[in-house]
T-cell receptor, first 108, second 113 residues
């Protein structure tokens, strides 16, 4: 069983839809990252969370430490949001453990 | 300020050869981590260096090695390349570890033929 599980693996949406991607992890963590990876590979850090909720533009990330669960929400989705979204956790062991990613495609 | 830079961006090697990948962290960042991402999977941790010392090593064979230089740049070396080493190799830098966030480079795409 992977230490970090994401769902769904693939997600398609129509432009304007509200999108939720989920991440669950198995042990206590120090921080959780949401990352965006576009075709070609470059990774952009979207959020780093250790508690509560963060918002940046149309993106919202939440984390529930007790339930070991985080969600990434995209409001009013747009085709340019199409990418792979990856959840990664930091266990204070000097490394990130990554989920396998959620491939999002938003159609006009 | 330049982001994390990796070189080369792409390369093709033959089985059995050796490869060196390079990473320059963001100015002021002292920690560099290396990750391997095989097509269709999430990145896997290979190494982390902080202040020129190895701080962590993932489950990779001894063919993989790395080092960090006094200017905090880093090299990842892979010997005796196998077809399965074909992947995107990502470098990430941070100030002092994961609690301060990571900045990723664009990666080096290695193809072993």
């Amino acid at each position: 069983k992977n230490e970090v599980e994401q769902s769904p693996q693939n997600l398609t949406a129509q432009e304007g839809e509200f999108i939720t991607i989920n991440c669950s992890y198995s042990v206590g963590i120090s921080a959780l990252h949401w990352l965006q990876q576009h075709p070609g590979g470059g990774i952009v850090s979207l959020f780093m969370l250790s508690s509560g909720k963060k918002k940046h533009g149309r993106l919202i990330a939440t984390i529930n430490i007790q339930e070991k669960h985080s969600s990434l929400h995209i409001t009013a989705s747009h085709p340019r949001d199409s990418a792979v979204y990856i959840c990664a956790v930091y266990y204070n062991t000097d490394k990130l453990i990554f989920g396998t990613g959620t491939r999002l495609q938003v159609f006009p | 300020d330049a982001g994390v830079t990796q070189s080369p961006t792409h390369l093709i090697k033959t089985r059995g050869q050796h490869v060196t990948l390079r990473c320059s962290p963001i100015s002021g960042h002292k920690s560099v981590s290396w990750y391997q991402q095989v097509l269709g999977q999430g990145p896997q941790f290979i190494f982390q260096y902080y202040e020129k010392e190895e701080r962590g090593r993932g489950n990779f064979p001894d063919r993989f090695s790395a080092r960090q230089f006094p200017n905090y740049s880093s090299e990842l070396n892979v010997n005796a390349l196998l077809l399965g080493d074909s992947a995107l190799y990502l470098c990430a830098s941070s100030g002092a570890g994961g609690l301060y966030g990571y900045t990723f480079g664009s990666g080096t795409r290695l193809t072993v033929v």
